[in-house]
């Protein structure tokens, strides 16, 4: 069942049109990740689909009565304020103490509950936003570059988090990307977005896809193996590794990428 789909769509800003003919769609319980450089329009969209963004031109139907739980690229929260996990959840609307445990514990920080929002890690923090995203069990998750900030440990171990959300509450997840390997293997699908969708398809096809290499300024090493690589060896994932201590690789990251702000 499609969830919610874009038909000729486009976005401009003045005179700059920042997307033109995006056919897009995703379906109950799909990982669909969108992935592209830093002003490609990746927030755009996912702002279009949710209805924040005036479309200049196109369609978008949504799900009757869709609830999605959107993840914003930035989150503005005062260091200066007082404000506890458990109450930063209770902000949004009427919610019961138990759906805010449970919320927690889905993502595996209900331990976290007391703790001041300002002094979160950024894991700790993608993992809370992504509690109160869930909040109301919605059926489609939206998150803009949730593992922005953390190492690659960081971010294996939050897409292995989504594939198990996925797999507990049967949401479909649409995850903007301007990173590229771990993105890759948890998805289901993968579109490369710039201003247009350059190509899309399931993670092994795109990162063959010529379309893709070009985007990346990728050369002929295999992003994928990175991931694989990272995963086979069982490191403890499960706690916050965004505590600075880089995962050596032999592997070199892509310039391309390491170059890449966070826009
Ligand atoms: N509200 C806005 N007004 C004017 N320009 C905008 C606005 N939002 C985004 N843009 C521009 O649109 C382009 C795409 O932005 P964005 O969707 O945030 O890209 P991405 O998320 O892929 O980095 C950028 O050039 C950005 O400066
Ligand atoms: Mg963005």
Redesign the pocket.
């Known amino acids: 069942m499609t969830l919610l789909s874009a038909t000729g769509l486009a976005v401009r800003?003045?005179e700059?049109e920042?997307l033109s003919g995006v056919n897009f769609a995703i379906g109950a319980g799909e990982i669909v990740t969108i992935l592209?450089?830093?002003?490609?329009?990746?927030?755009?969209?996912l702002r279009a689909l949710i209805g924040l963004q005036r479309p200049s031109s196109g369609r978008i139907e949504r799900a009757p009565d869709l609830r999605i739980g959107y993840v914003p690229?930035k989150l503005q929260i005062d260091p200066a304020l007082p404000l506890t996990v458990r109450r930063f959840l209770a902000l949004p609307g009427p919610v019961t103490a138990a759906d805010i445990t449970g919320a927690l514990e889905r993502t595996a920080v209900d331990h976290l509950a007391r703790r001041q929002m300002a002094g979160l890690s950024g894991g700790q923090m993608q993992r809370v936003l992504l509690a109160r995203a869930l909040l109301g069990t919605p059926p489609l998750l939206m998150l803009d570059e949730p593992t922005q900030g953390l190492d690659q440990i960081g971010e294996a171990a939050f897409y292995r988090l989504i594939e198990e959300v996925r797999a507990t509450t049967g949401a479909a997840v649409l995850m903007?990307s301007?990173d590229l390997h771990v993105v890759m293997s948890a998805s289901d699908r993968v579109v490369c977005?710039n201003g247009h969708v350059c190509c899309e398809g399931t993670p092994e096809v795109i990162s063959e896809a010529p379309e893709y290499r070009a985007l990346f300024g990728l050369g002929t090493g295999g992003t994928l193996a990175l991931y694989r690589h990272l995963h086979d060896h069982d490191h403890d994932h499960d706690h916050d590794h965004d505590h600075g201590h880089r995962h050596r690789h032999p592997h070199r990251r892509p310039a391309a990428e390491e170059d890449a702000g966070h826009?």
């Open positions: 800003f003045g700059t920042v592209g450089p830093n002003g490609s329009g990746k927030s755009t969209l690229q903007v301007h977005l826009g």
